[in-house]
């Protein structure tokens, strides 16, 4: 009985694992392709202005860079 309850629970793990690799991978490969490395330093494109300001110096709204706060506003 504790047998088939530890395979159950390794079974569950690994699907667990399977989909959790699987969803990383997909975040990776998405934030690969909006983000461009220069440097050393990861680079963002503005949403609104398309200019490329460091990560680091970058406004997040709704998920979006932007490079300023005015950019930010506009959209
Ligand atoms: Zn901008």
Redesign the pocket.
């Given at each position: 009985m504790l047998f088939k309850l530890a395979i159950l629970i390794g079974i569950l793990f690994l699907i667990y694992l399977f989909f959790f690799k699987n969803k990383r991978q997909e975040e990776i490969k998405k934030s690969n392709e909006k983000t461009k490395t220069l440097e050393g330093e990861t680079m963002v494109e503005?949403?609104?202005?398309?200019?490329f300001?460091s990560h680091k110096e970058a406004i997040i709204k709704d998920g979006q860079f932007?490079?300023?706060k005015?950019?930010?506003r506009l959209t």
């Open positions: 503005c949403q609104k202005c398309a200019t300001v932007f490079c300023s005015e950019c930010a």
